[in-house]
């Protein structure tokens, strides 16, 4: 079960990007790496998934470097709404391993 | 399309009772994951379902067990309540072909 490593809390203010990093050192080979998003007091929500290099969607990007050993979530231009608590996991769809959220990281962003 | 649902929304018990959630999950959907999220902290892990067996189980004790049925609807039954398991219990379900977890808005219980 690959475990993961994030920072427990992180400030931006408004309109600037934010990386959060994931440490991911034991990754096996079928796993993927996935971000989720969780407001107080609601379920995580789905942001982004990758496997290897980059992707990008309409809310963030995702930079797994060629290794996998970490990865990095961006968010480009937050806003106050993007305060929340932010998970990375890692797991094989094949074997439904994705199970450990950890505790995630705290971003608050700053008028 | 209608998400994944858990009942009741809140739920208050005394200690040394027994507690049981349900949770509903997205049409089609076969798996279905537990978790327990205490005030402040991450989630953890508690049962994962599939196709109607347990497949996996995080580090709970036996009091908390579970089941899910033939339509894929599940139950988390929570026995001997002590006043630590107050917290947000949140039921994901999953697509066999797809990594995505999908979240209900969770059932808050209350031990007092």
């Known amino acids: 079960l690959a475990k993961t490593t994030q920072p427990i809390s992180m400030d931006s203010y408004e309109g600037q990007e934010v990386n959060i990093t994931c440490s991911h050192n034991?990754?096996?080979?079928?796993?993927?790496i996935t971000w989720y998003q969780q407001f107080p007091s609601q379920g995580p929500r789905f942001i982004i998934q990758g496997y290897k290099t980059k992707v990008t969607n309409e809310v963030a990007s995702l930079f797994i470097p060629a290794d996998r050993k970490s990865s990095t979530l961006s968010l480009p231009r937050v806003s106050l709404s993007d305060t929340a608590v932010y998970y990375c996991?890692?797991?094989?769809?094949?074997?439904?391993?994705?199970?450990?959220f950890g505790t995630g990281t705290s971003l608050t962003v700053i008028p | 399309e209608a998400g994944v649902t858990q009942s009741p929304t809140h739920l208050i018990k005394t200690r040394g009772q027994q507690a049981t959630l349900r949770c509903s999950p997205i049409?089609?959907?076969?798996?279905v994951y537990w978790y327990q999220q205490a005030l402040g902290l991450g989630l953890q892990f508690l049962l994962w379902?599939?196709?109607?067996?347990?497949?996996n189980r995080g580090n709970f004790p036996p009091r908390f067990s579970g089941r899910q049925f033939p339509n894929y609807s599940s139950e988390l039954n929570v026995n001997a309540l002590e006043l630590e398991d107050s917290a947000l219990y949140l039921c994901a379900s999953r697509l066999r072909t797809d990594y995505e977890q999908y979240f209900g808005p969770g059932t808050r219980l209350t031990v007092t």
């Open positions: 049409s089609g959907h076969t798996s």
């Open positions: 034991n990754i096996a080979t079928n796993d993927y």
């Open positions: 996991l890692v797991g094989d769809s094949n074997t439904g391993n994705q199970f450990y």
């Open positions: 379902y599939d196709e109607g067996e347990e497949r």
